[in-house]
């Protein structure tokens, strides 16, 4: 029973950010400050996701093949190549490692 209460207040809860969102007024939307934001925000989220779970286990610090495959990956999108190609490069990269290691 607990499992569902936890699901009802989840969605109470987006509805009630959606909810928010909705009453903004759409002048405050527009301040470079906010779209500046908007656009940095995803971005700035995602690389510490990222970071958190390659060097993280827990509330320990580690470093594995997650970091040799996360090189490979960054390597790969400096030299511009496809995400494709920047995936297969990580997943290869990280299977050498554990495979040696």
């Known amino acids: 029973m607990n499992v569902w209460i936890a699901i009802g207040v989840t969605a109470l809860g987006c ?6 969102g909705l009453l903004v007024p759409a002048g405050a939307l527009e301040r470079p400050l906010v ?3 908007a656009a940095l925000l995803p971005v700035a989220l995602l690389a510490a996701l990222t970071a958190q779970q390659t060097f993280a286990d827990g ?4 470093l594995d093949a997650r ?3 996360l090189a490979a ?4 999108l400096v030299l511009r190549a496809p995400f494709l190609l920047v995936v297969t490069a990580a997943v290869v990269v990280t299977a050498g490692v554990r495979a040696i290691g």
């Not at 509330?59 to 580690?62: A, G, K, R, S």
């Open 15 to 20: 509805y009630v950010v959606k909810l928010v």
């Open 59 to 62: 509330h320990d610090l580690v």
């Open 35 to 37: 779209r500046r934001l």
């Open 73 to 76: 990956a960054a390597l790969a």
């Open 67 to 69: 970091v040799a495959g």
